[in-house]
Structures are given as structure tokens and as C-alpha cells.
């Protein structure tokens, strides 16, 4: 068993929890469990470029550190929570049964510091009554920094590197001239929350204040291009304005730092209504709702084609998560037109284009391909079902029979189909 490197038990029945074990298989690099009945947490898996798939079973609680690195798709249709899916872990409220002890350690600890100084001070004026002169010095670290202990401490890495930017001079830069403009140490002010992370990056929800909540998104894989290349295009981005396009509002640039910032939306992600988990009276999307999505995306995406001519993909990565829904559940696509700035090897590796047929055999994209992506979106969308098969660089292409179930009738959401 450890010298397997790769394990297909998708679209069976198995159930139970996951084994522990599969930690020992130290070469494992492909672990396909998607479409069965596990349960329970999913262990730490650590190998080293191990690709996973849980989608579809009924595993819970939060993704352990080693596979956070992973497609957001891997983990659809489970109870899970934390990075990369778009579901926070809520804070265990538990009683922590050294709390007490701690509490009395710190309060000796403090008494004795207390106790300490004052010998320090009666030291001191003691060497001043006799006649003792002295100089009272005080060394500041020049890179220290004072931060409020009411900042979120999700938003602490953002801050630590941000703040750095800031004291050597880095400024956001508007795209927008209907927005209020602010400063980054407004950022760094305002309450944020950890939406969650993916391949690009991380994403936070800040709210301003006396203000709008925004998100901000801090790419890793964003040094293609120059920066005067980078102005330029992502400028162009912001230029753009059509009611089904999430808008661009500023960026930040900086050699190690490249930050987007855009609107808020209100209802979240597509992905997140068709598998997130609801309560059992909650509806889910209906039927008309579903179609004017679908017809929005498709309008969407024939903008981003007629004023994006000089890109072969002006979107390519469009998935369910990438299309964002606001209070009147209008979709609005977002990390639209991004493929020149990201890095070429890690865009191949992740973003939805570069999974298509096409590119799997013939090592090229198209206009067609955005238009390939829309239509697995088209088919997630009916089946209520993430299949990551058809997204597996292509391969699932021939199986796309199996999403039907829709040849006869089945139910999503409560609804006949």
C-alpha cells in the first residue's frame, strides 16, 4: 500500500470515515474520493503535490492545513469549513479548562512585574537624592509597529505586510470615478473578515468606516507582466461597465504585493447556493432564478468579448465561484480578464480555460473556450451537482452522459427537473 501513487474510488457507495492511514502513503500524488458516503473530518494529508477530490460525500468540520492548497471545487457538496472553500469555521465558544490557570498566571506574572518596577523606581531616586547624575534613554526599533488589539486577527498578515508597503511609499490607485476614494490605512482600519482563500490568493471582506464594505484580493501568482504593462491593463479592467460584471474598483502594486479591490456583493457566490448547506425549510435557487443567471453570465461574457477583442480568453476562469450574485440576485462575473497577469505555469495549473479540450489536445485556447466553460457552469447549474470529472483537463468530456440523469427526471433543491 505506501507505494501507491494514485487511488480512483469516485462514484461508488463507500462510507464510513476516511483512514488516518492514507498519511503513510508517502508518494501518493491523486486522491480520488468523490461522489460516495464518507463522513466525518478529513485527515491531514501533507505529500507533497498530492491532488485531492472529496466533492459529494457527507465529510464536515474544517480542512486541515496541508490541504489548503487545494481546488475550492474539491471540497463541494460537504459540511466543511475554512480555506479555500467560501465558509468560515465558527470559533468553538467551549470552556477552555486552563483558562483559570492561565488567568492566574498572568496575574502573578504581573504582580511581579509591577513589584519589579518599583524597586526600579526607588532605585532611581535614590541615585538622584545622592547626587547621582543620570540619563534616561529610550531605544524605538524603527521597524516596530503598534497594532490595536481589537484588529481582526485574520486580517493580521494582510496588515503586517501592507503597512510595510505603506511606510515605502506604495499608494492604491483608483479605476473609478463614481467611487469615494480612501487611503490603504483606511483598509488597515476597518473590521474585516476572511472570505477565504483559493489558487490566486487570499480574499477579504472590509467594511470602511462610514462607508461600503468592499473585498480586497491579494494575488501571490501576479508577475507576468511589467508594472507599466500591469497599470495598463488593469486599468483597462476598470474601465469597463456592464450590469453583469463585478466592478473593478482600485488596485496596489508593489514588486511582492499585488492587491484588487472590488465591490461587495451581497448574496455571495453562485457556488455557494447550489452546494452550500442550507436548512431544510430554506429555499433554494428556483427555477427562473436559475435561467436569469444563466442569461446574465452569457451577456456578461459577450461584453468582456466585444471590448476585450486583443485577448483570446477575456474572461478564462469562469466557474460557479466566480460569478457572484447581488440582493436582486443579478449574477455579476468576477477575476475576469486576469490571464496575462498571472504567472504562465500557475495559470496553466489552475484556472477552469486551461482544462478544456482544446488545451488538453491541442496545447492552444480560443474565443470557444470561455464559451466551453459556460457551458459546464450551464450543466452544474441544472443538475445542482458539481461534477469535477468534465473539469478534469478535458477527460471528463466523455463522460458528460453521466450528468443525466439528464435524460429522465430528478429532483434539485426540492424541484423536478
Not at 512585574?113 to 524597586?119: H, K, M, Q, T
Not at 487570499?202 to 500591469?230: I, Q
Not at 468576477?334 to 484556472?351: E, S, T, V, W
Request: glycine share 8%; hydrophobic share 35%; charged share 25%.
Amino acid at each position: 500500500m505506501s507505494s501507491m501513487r494514485k487511488i480512483e474510488l469516485q462514484n461508488n457507495k463507500f462510507t464510513g470515515r476516511i483512514p488516518g492511514s492514507l498519511r503513510e502513503m508517502k508518494i501518493l500524488v491523486d486522491l480520488q474520493m468523490q461522489d460516495n458516503g464518507f463522513e466525518g473530518e478529513i485527515p491531514d494529508l501533507e505529500q507533497k503535490n498530492l491532488k485531492v477530490n472529496f466533492a459529494n460525500n457527507r465529510l464536515s468540520g474544517p480542512i486541515p492545513p496541508g490541504l489548503r492548497n487545494q481546488d475550492p471545487n474539491s471540497f463541494a457538496g460537504n459540511n466543511v469549513c475554512g480555506s479555500p472553500v467560501m465558509n468560515p469555521c465558527k470559533i468553538s465558544k467551549k470552556k477552555n479548562p486552563q483558562k483559570t490557570l492561565i488567568i492566574a498566571i498572568v496575574t502573578i506574572l504581573g504582580v511581579l512585574v509591577a513589584f519589579v518596577f518599583s524597586l526600579l523606581i526607588l532605585r532611581t531616586r535614590r541615585m538622584a537624592k545622592n547626587g547621582y547624575n543620570y540619563q534616561q534613554t529610550t531605544k524605538v526599533d524603527k521597524n516596530s509597529t503598534y497594532k490595536s488589539d481589537t484588529k481582526d486577527v485574520e486580517m493580521s498578515s494582510y496588515e503586517d505586510e501592507s503597512y510595510k508597503q505603506t511606510k515605502n511609499g506604495g499608494k492604491l490607485q483608483f479605476v473609478r470615478n463614481d467611487r469615494e476614494e480612501f487611503e490603504l490605512h483606511d483598509l488597515l482600519r476597518a473590521s474585516a473578515e476572511v472570505l477565504g482563500g483559493g489558487s490566486f490568493g487570499s480574499s477579504y471582506k472590509a467594511t470602511l468606516a462610514n462607508g461600503p464594505a468592499v473585498v480586497v484580493k491579494r494575488f501571490r501568482e501576479m508577475s507576468n507582466v511589467r508594472k507599466e504593462e500591469f497599470y495598463s491593463h488593469v486599468r483597462r479592467l476598470g474601465s469597463l461597465s456592464h450590469p453583469n460584471l463585478l466592478p473593478l474598483v482600485a488596485f496596489y502594486h508593489k514588486k511582492d504585493e499585488k492587491l484588487l479591490i472590488t465591490d461587495f456583493a451581497e448574496n455571495g457566490s453562485l457556488a455557494s447556493h447550489l452546494h452550500g448547506n442550507r436548512k431544510p425549510n430554506e429555499p433554494g435557487l428556483d427555477w427562473p432564478t436559475r435561467l436569469k443567471i444563466i442569461k446574465g453570465v452569457a451577456q456578461g461574457l459577450d461584453y468582456l468579448y466585444k471590448e476585450l477583442p486583443h485577448l483570446a480568453l477575456s474572461h478564462g476562469h469562469l466557474k460557479s465561484s466566480n460569478v457572484l450574485l447581488d440582493d436582486a440576485f443579478n449574477p455579476l462575473l468576477a477575476d475576469y480578464g486576469l490571464i496575462p497577469l498571472i504567472n504562465k505555469r500557475h495559470a496553466q495549473k489552475f484556472m477552469v480555460a486551461y482544462k478544456s479540450p482544446e488545451f488538453t489536445y491541442h496545447d492552444r485556447t480560443t474565443p470557444k473556450t470561455d464559451v466551453w466553460c459556460l457551458g459546464i457552469l450551464v450543466l452544474e447549474m441544472l443538475t445542482g451537482k458539481f461534477r469535477q470529472t468534465t473539469l478534469n483537463k478535458g477527460k471528463g468530456m466523455g463522460r458528460l452522459g453521466d450528468m443525466g440523469e439528464l435524460g429522465g427526471s430528478r429532483r434539485v433543491d426540492g424541484r423536478s427537473v
